[in-house]
């Protein structure tokens, strides 16, 4: 009988994987971020590259999905004007928790080189942003590398904690 | 024409452009007899209509018209002379030197082949008639001045503002409107989204392009200084290139190793 002892825990024989319940959570969301498609200008051409096969965001597990019931992360890809400000808050309000926001390029950031009266001035006015990416426009690398630093985040965070209020609201 | 060189050296901190209302010199203007297709069509418009003034600029004609015949010359450059198009309609603003606002409607007749321009002058506050249904182009060009300029047309089917929201307060492309808005457009996302009550929070808006804050980590962190949202900021520069993931890796999946890596001498 010695002689056939298996040592489960010790050699991998257990079909098991032990992890927490923490990290498997996290794991699962942060590799399937399903982003809005939210283009607003020239920067949604770059987020549209980045969906393309030469740079293939489902690598990435992220899909770009056209309802946000459906999204967990919006990419606010370009400039947003003070007319369309209401309903970027509706619909990043219709997003299921837990969500995120990338704000892409110098005119979500900043208002970028819109410095006029028709222009938000950065959509951190008006939604929380979780990841701002500098450019205009920024590159599909960019926007991958910053997807990649999202996923780090996200696996940092705890799965079942409180949702912390973001900024705003 | 260029303007006059003007040292910019520290152009984040001062406005350099002081010439708000600098107004091109004029180019030359002919007489419309140097012109045998021109010199016809006014012939025929002034048979009919009170024309103010006329002449070819840059090879198109020019009639100042009376602002109440503004249908009737249009519907006789459509039937009888053959400008098949409009195809622009807006309007200048002169309200700082003779408050007035200068109409233009910009014609082409592909037959022959030309353009005019036919102008006329309204008061701040008068209203001008619609020609949209005379050309039906006028329709979104008529919205677009009433929205920017605040000119009010008469008679058009569905007088609402085009490109600003429907409750902005002000016309845009006036001249006394500033660049950056007025109060009310400063604030405009803000109230319509979260009430007055939240200007407070949210704060005004930064129209500094220069403004650079290395204590502030809940908007921008700088540059291989990144730390998390509203943490203190670090002094020691973080090398993000070997950080897009955890030291241990990630389950399933692969992580980049630079030394690793090849590059292609050519394309495949
Ligand atoms: S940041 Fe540049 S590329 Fe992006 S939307 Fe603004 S102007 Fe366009």
Redesign the interface.
């Known amino acids: 009988m010695a002689q056939h002892q298996v040592r489960y825990l010790q050699d991998g024989g257990l079909p098991v994987l032990l992890?927490t319940a923490d990290k498997i959570l996290q794991?699962g969301r942060s590799?399937s971020l399903w982003a809005l498609t939210y283009g607003l200008a020239c920067c949604a051409i770059e987020m549209m590259a980045s969906g393309a096969s030469r740079y293939d965001f489902d690598r990435f597990g992220t899909i770009f999905r056209a309802s946000p019931r459906q999204a967990d992360l919006m990419i606010v890809a370009g400039t947003l004007t003070?007319?369309h400000?209401?309903f970027i808050?509706r619909l990043y309000d219709q997003m299921a928790e837990p969500k995120w926001v990338i704000s892409m390029g110098s005119c979500a950031?900043?208002?970028g080189m819109f410095?006029?009266?028709?222009t938000?001035?950065?959509v951190?006015?008006?939604i929380p942003v979780?990841i701002?990416l500098p450019g205009c426009a920024p590159r599909p690398e960019t926007l991958q590398?910053a997807v990649?630093?999202l996923q780090?985040?996200i696996?940092r965070e705890s799965a079942f904690q409180k949702l912390k209020p973001k900024?705003?609201? | 024409m260029m303007r006059r060189y003007q040292e910019k050296g520290d152009v984040q901190k001062k406005a350099y452009y002081n010439d708000r209302f600098w107004v091109a010199p004029q180019i030359p203007k002919d007489p419309v007899e140097s012109d045998e297709i021109f010199a016809k069509d006014l012939e025929s418009l002034k048979s009919k209509f009170e024309i103010k003034e006329a002449y070819i600029q840059r090879g198109q004609m020019v009639v100042y018209i009376d602002p109440k015949d503004n249908r009737d010359v249009l519907k006789h450059l459509k039937e009888e002379l053959a400008y098949n198009f409009l195809s622009e309609l807006s309007a200048i603003d002169w309200l700082a030197q003779k408050g007035e606002f200068e109409i233009f409607y910009q014609m082409l007749s592909t037959s022959k082949r030309k353009r005019m321009r036919v102008k006329c002058f309204i008061k701040e506050k008068e209203a001008i008639e619609s020609v949209c249904d005379i050309y039906k182009s006028a329709d979104w060009a008529e919205r677009e001045m009433y929205d920017m300029f605040g000119v009010i047309v008469n008679n058009h089917p569905y007088m609402k503002r085009i490109l600003m929201p429907d409750d902005w307060q002000g016309h845009p492309l006036r001249k006394d409107y500033p660049l950056h808005g007025d109060e009310f457009a400063q604030w405009y996302e803000v109230d319509k989204i979260f009430g007055k009550e939240y200007r407070d929070i949210i704060g005004p808006e930064n129209r500094d392009s220069a403004y650079v804050n290395e204590r502030d980590t809940k908007h921008f962190a700088r540059i291989r200084h990144e730390v998390r949202f509203g943490e203190e900021p670090s002094k020691e520069p973080t090398d993000l290139m070997k950080e897009y993931q955890e030291e241990g890796g990630v389950f399933l999946i692969k992580k980049f190793k630079k030394d690793k890596s090849i590059t292609l001498k050519e394309r495949k």
């Open positions: 992890t794991w590799n003070k007319k400000a209401e808050r950031n900043t208002g410095n006029t009266y028709a938000v001035q950065g951190d006015r008006v979780d701002y590398y990649m630093m780090k985040q696996r900024r705003l609201v």
